[in-house]
């Protein structure tokens, strides 16, 4: 079984820059989130989609940040405009039916963002 | 202060045990879990405990949860090399996921 795809793995922008990141989940997962993580610090929610559907968005700077599952299969992660506080790694997931059953998330290995 | 607090580091030598300590803040959680992060990658998920049990094993691990004081700990019998990695405990609070900051466990050979 593929597990969950991301792309880049690594990208390095100018603050003040835009960039976006691909996610494809595990097949038949409906749910997707995405996460970020800062050096140093565990995995937070930006957001999580059902389907194409969003559940929760309430930790998405919404004036930076966008994200969207049209299709609800893949799903986009963009920054613009980039700041230096950005910089980490954006991890996405994807459960069959949503945290809160077993809790089982599989994740990708992540796009490490780069902000100089 | 943060909601799932553990400590930053372990060292221990390969063979022993390993014990990493979490505790979390929402005694209405119904799971609580550990994921391990290996360098360049993204989290697995080692185990989990539903919030009515005290104890669970599986294979070299075992978890036990205090739900009085709201403590969570993974035990790693015979650690080896390959277990060296970053261990998150997370809670589920209103159907998501909290994670702490992680505990790095370092093992010497």
């Known amino acids: 079984e593929a597990g969950v795809a991301q792309s880049p793995r690594y990208k390095i922008i100018e603050k003040r820059q835009s960039v976006a990141f691909w996610c494809n989940p595990i097949?038949?997962?409906?749910?997707l989130y995405w996460y970020q993580q800062i050096l140093g610090q565990g995995p937070k929610l930006l957001i999580q989609f059902q389907n194409n559907g969003v559940v929760d968005d309430s930790q998405l700077p919404k004036d930076r940040f966008s994200a969207e599952r049209l299709k609800g299969v893949d799903s986009t992660l963009k920054i613009q405009p980039a700041k230096l506080e950005d910089s980490a790694v954006y991890l996405c997931?994807?459960?069959?039916?949503?945290?809160?059953?077993?809790?089982?998330?599989?994740f990708g290995e992540g796009s490490r963002l780069t902000v100089l | 202060g943060e909601d799932v607090e553990q400590s930053l580091f372990l060292s221990v030598r390969e063979g022993d045990s390993s014990v990493i300590n979490c505790t979390y803040t929402?005694?209405?959680?119904?799971?609580l879990y550990w994921y391990k992060q290996e360098p360049g990658a993204g989290l697995q998920l080692l185990t989990y405990?539903?919030?009515?049990?005290d104890m669970k094993q599986d294979q070299r691990l075992t978890v036990l949860l205090n739900k009085k004081d709201k403590h969570l700990s993974l035990r790693i019998a015979d650690t080896q090399t390959g277990d060296s990695a970053i261990y998150f405990c997370a809670e589920s609070k209103a159907g998501q996921l909290t994670f702490g900051k992680g505990t790095k466990l370092s093992v010497i050979p």
């Open positions: 405990i539903f919030s009515n049990m």
């Open positions: 997931a994807s459960s069959l039916r949503g945290q809160g059953i077993t809790g089982e998330l599989f």
């Open positions: 097949s038949g997962h409906a749910t």
């Open positions: 929402d005694s209405s959680s119904t799971y």
